[in-house]
């Protein structure tokens, strides 16, 4: 069987909703975001959601409320999240394909879009058909399906606050699995503080003839302050910033041999370890450790050859935080140790420009299992349990509301997503759907 008649189900649709590029990161596209959601609202209606457009300015969110067949008053409610925005097509060069229009190549199907989040979106929609058609829908469901998730907008939260009653549990479908065959589920992620700091050492640059080694150095000073949050030697921060860090629960430790090796990882992005402890630690860093980078300096004229004190300078820099930590501890923290590094003279403004803090998802209960189960049918092994060295606000208010998350996805490492050619394995098409099939008739969620 070709794939177009194999995945007839799915293609028809994903590719109409393909085509609409809705970029919800440019104002351009405005009008297509408004086209999809009139291709989406119809849709779960015809389905027998009650649904609604919630607007904020450059934010619109679809609710649609979908009520079980069987005793929908007693019946728990899930949350399902998606995300009908993209990324921007980038490069068009470097596509084989036009991007808004897809393409099904060897077992992928490639577009804008195919696989975050579309792709998913297609699969809700197919399996809720599937399960009404058999007067199973044994849940009610509530559909989130958010139009500025690529743009970490804030409206999608507002609502998940606002929600009454408070949905059972959540699932989301939009992430990838380690690898073909292998699902994930993520249980926590990073969270995130960012600064931007100044430097003022005097009044005015000076002739380092005159001046050098007697007058302080605005960078220097920059340097002595940076310093302070460094790793040290065993490659973590020092202890001031790392306190309330949970170590990676059993469950993840245990998944961490079938990761791919830290160094071959690294390599391939084409870099290099930060230090020679990587190779031993890396997942523990990236998942359960804060981490602090340097994203920027100014100061000076680099490109000139002349000889000056300078007497200013400034850094952009940002932490990540690991769950158990709260961003306002941290920042208490980290403030206290930049400012008590800073010389003699040296006047620090530190100035908060973020934060988030990390996520850790309820990770008990029937939805999990049930959804653990359903993957395991399909892909003959169960979901590895891992972290996020990333953020994601939404998680983050889901563990704060201590509602049962099940963050996964169907997409793949290899999925290209934000880069050209993003691409769906085709076959997880029907994995996706079935899997979701056997949640939605599933009764038994509990509070
Ligand atoms: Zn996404």
């Known amino acids: 069987m070709d794939a177009r008649t194999r995945y007839s189900r799915w293609l028809p649709e994903l590719e109409e909703l393909v085509a609409i590029p ?14 999809a959601l009139a291709w989406l609202e119809p849709r779960f209606s015809a389905l027998g959601a009650a649904t609604r457009i919630v607007r904020s300015p450059g934010e619109q969110v679809l609710l649609a409320d979908l009520p079980a067949q069987i005793r929908p008053e ?9 995300h009908f925005d993209v990324q921007p097509a980038g490069d068009l060069s470097l ?15 490639y577009g804008r879009g195919v696989v975050d989040d579309k792709g998913h979106l297609v699969m809700y929609l197919e399996a809720v058909r599937a399960v009404l058609a058999h007067g199973a829908l044994a849940i009610n469901i509530r559909f989130l399906i958010d139009g500025a998730e690529e743009r970490a907008g804030t409206l999608a939260l507002d609502c998940m606050r606002q929600m009454e009653p408070r949905p059972d549990g959540c699932l989301i479908f939009d992430g990838p699995m380690i690898a073909r065959g292998r699902p994930a589920f993520y249980i926590a992620t990073r969270g995130t503080l960012a600064y931007h700091l100044h430097v003022r050492t005097g009044e005015r640059d000076l002739h380092s003839g005159q001046f050098g080694g007697a007058a302080l150095n605005a960078i220097e000073a920059l340097m002595a302050i940076l310093a302070a949050a460094r790793r040290g030697p ?6 001031p910033l790392r306190a309330g860090a949970q170590p990676l629960p059993p469950p993840v430790e245990e998944t961490l041999h079938l990761l791919p090796e830290p160094l071959v990882y690294l390599a391939e992005q084409g870099t290099h370890p930060a230090d020679a402890l990587v190779g031993a630690d890396m997942y523990h860093r990236l998942w359960a450790e804060p981490s602090f980078e340097v994203n920027a300096i100014g100061s000076g004229q680099p490109a000139l050859r002349h000889m000056s004190i300078p007497c200013e300078a400034e850094a952009a820099v940002s932490l990540r935080l ?3 930590q709260k961003a306002d501890a941290v920042a208490a923290a980290f403030e206290a140790l930049l400012a008590a590094a800073a010389p003699a003279g040296a006047s620090l403004t530190l100035t908060r420009r973020g934060a988030s803090d990390p996520a850790v998802l309820r990770r008990d209960g029937v939805l999990l299992e049930a959804a653990a189960d359903a993957f395991a049918t399909e892909f003959g092994t169960r979901p590895l349990l891992i972290q996020a060295g990333g953020s994601l606000p939404l998680l983050t208010l889901l563990g704060e509301l201590g509602i049962p998350t099940v963050m996964t996805g169907l997409d793949l490492p290899e999925g ?11 076959e997880h098409l029907e994995h996706g759907t079935a899997i979701l099939e056997t949640l939605f008739s599933n009764k038994s969620f509990t509070r």
């Open 22 to 35: 809705s970029v919800g990161v440019d104002p351009a596209h405005a009008t297509d975001m408004e086209a």
């Open 74 to 82: 007693t019946a728990p409610t899930l949350l399902v999240y998606g």
């Open 95 to 109: 596509w084989e394909s036009p991007p808004f229009r897809s393409e099904i190549r060897g077992e992928w199907l």
């Open 234 to 239: 065993d490659g973590r921060l020092p202890a």
């Open 322 to 324: 690991a769950p158990g």
């Open 416 to 426: 290209n997503i934000h880069a050209p050619n993003e691409r769906l394995l085709l």
